[in-house]
């Protein structure tokens, strides 16, 4: 039977074609340097969640289930099924704000992909090499799923599915043709929620960020491997997933670029533990700190001026790692802000957090709206002194324009992970994964990721 029958789009065509080349394409230097930081993050980001509710939750309801052994839950010593390992580690991975993002699509690729991809390599002791030439098709898949489907705001959970299934699929090395019953599987199991936002435990969040497509994504490539056979284009012909999602849609985005634009390199990586949204107002104070040395009793006003739409994602929310002017506080207050102090629900009831709280605006400004989002803030503070300073930043620290180098990835990974593991288990994971194409048997991390 041909390789291409006439009723599969060119589109689907050159994507399951893509997808099932991906693991023997060499990835550019510095798209491999980009991947190697965000499974740093990715991963510190899963130990730090396992200790979360989310990742509790997780790691509780997977202990249960009995079965087989292939793949570790990290930040514990449970060993499951490759399916139910990309479940938890999804749900730790999100079980705060601490993940990346990719935020022209607001997707949050790392949280689905990485649990799905390594916990297959683990299955199949394959090498770091194909687990990082496999994350980064994740994250183009996520990425153009999600893009591809505007202008109708469909959840991330759409790509990050698609994602997932997509790395799943190359480390099974399922051929083009099985590779197009994997990508119609994601689409009958397309779905998620944006009431998500409203659960104020992340448990749910957690889920249908992370947990759900991980589980998901790599259910659905072993069913095709087994035997599971689809329809040949689920993005093309009678009631496809556009015609049902968004008739608007662009089929095109799926296949453009690939190869040569990689979506990882448009991803970024939160450099504190704290919404997506914080991030600008969080780097601009910092940098007003230390250039001009003031601290909470010189403060008279603050005022953060931030995208309209981003501000009410993290306007005074109940959360403390999500609650912009209770971390610009903090932030004065203590002169840096740690995933401890994030995190810490008693400091918002603190009289000099909570003073300081009333001295602080926020302004929702729709001239700072930005469709690729990169955490922009523009900041006035008046001094007590009767000064005035004014600062902004247009590309905060960490987006695609300003990434984080590995020094500054380095500390994160290590605030995250050391008060689990231990902060010399945490430097060795972390140089590890720096030389992850070394490691020929990914199931060697084990004995550095449980506890």
């Not at 291409?4 to 510095?30: H, K, N, T």
């Not at 994250?139 to 790509?159: E, K």
């Not at 409203?198 to 960020?209: C, G, L, M, N, P």
């Not at 003073?355 to 008046?382: F, K, N």
Request: glycine residues 8%; hydrophobic residues 40%; charged residues 20%.
């Amino acid at each position: 039977m041909p390789a291409s029958l006439p009723e599969v789009s060119p589109v689907m065509d050159a994507l399951s074609g893509y997808i099932a080349r991906a693991l023997r394409q060499p990835l550019p230097a510095e798209v491999a340097e980009r991947a190697r930081l965000h499974l740093v993050d990715t991963v510190a980001a899963m130990v730090s969640g396992s200790r979360l509710l989310p990742g509790k939750r997780a790691a509780a309801y997977v202990r249960t289930q009995a079965g087989r052994k292939d793949a570790g839950v990290i930040g514990t010593s449970l060993i499951t099924s490759v399916q139910f390992a990309a479940l938890a580690n999804g749900m730790s991975g999100h079980g705060d704000e601490t993940d990346d993002t990719h935020p022209p699509s607001r997707t949050h690729p790392g949280t689905c992909i990485v649990p799905a991809a390594l916990a297959v390599c683990e299955r199949d002791q394959l090498s770091g090499q194909k687990l990082l030439r496999a994350m980064v098709l994740g994250y183009d898949v996520c990425a153009r799923t999600v893009i591809a489907l505007a202008p109708t705001p469909v959840s991330s959970t759409y790509g990050h599915l698609f994602g997932a299934a997509a790395a799943a699929a190359a480390l099974l090395r399922l051929d083009a043709r099985r590779v197009r019953y994997v990508l119609a599987y994601a689409g009958q199991q397309a779905s998620g929620l944006y009431t998500r936002l409203r659960d104020s435990q992340h448990v749910e969040k957690a889920y249908a960020v992370g947990g759900m497509p991980a589980h998901n994504g790599v259910q659905t490539a072993l069913m095709v491997k087994s035997g599971f056979t689809g329809v040949e284009d689920v993005f093309s012909g009678d009631h496809n997933l556009f015609a049902t999602y968004s008739p608007a849609g662009d089929p095109q985005v799926l296949a453009h670029g690939l190869g040569q634009e990689y979506e990882i390199m448009r991803s970024a990586i939160k450099c504190w533990s704290a919404g997506g949204p914080i991030q600008g107002p969080l780097h601009v104070l910092r940098e007003m700190m230390a250039l001009h040395r003031i601290g909470p009793d010189d403060v008279e006003k603050l005022v953060a001026r931030l995208p309209d739409k981003e501000l009410s994602i993290v306007s005074n929310r109940e959360m403390p790692n999500i609650s912009l002017q209770h971390l610009l506080a903090v932030m004065l207050v203590d002169g840096t802000l740690t995933f401890a102090s994030a995190h810490d629900v008693g400091r918002m009831k603190d009289q000099k957090v909570r003073a300081l709280r009333q001295r602080i605006e926020t302004v929702g400004d729709p001239g700072l709206t930005d469709s690729l989002r990169r955490w922009r803030c523009v900041m006035e503070i008046r001094l007590k002194d009767g000064r005035t300073l004014r600062h902004q930043t247009m590309a905060a620290l960490g987006t695609a324009e300003n990434p984080i180098s590995r020094a500054v990835e380095e500390r994160k990974a290590l605030d995250l992970m050391g008060r689990i593991i231990g902060r010399r288990r945490a430097a060795e994971l972390i140089a590890a994964l720096w030389n992850v194409e070394r490691i020929s048997n990914l199931r060697a991390l084990r004995s550095l990721y449980i506890r």
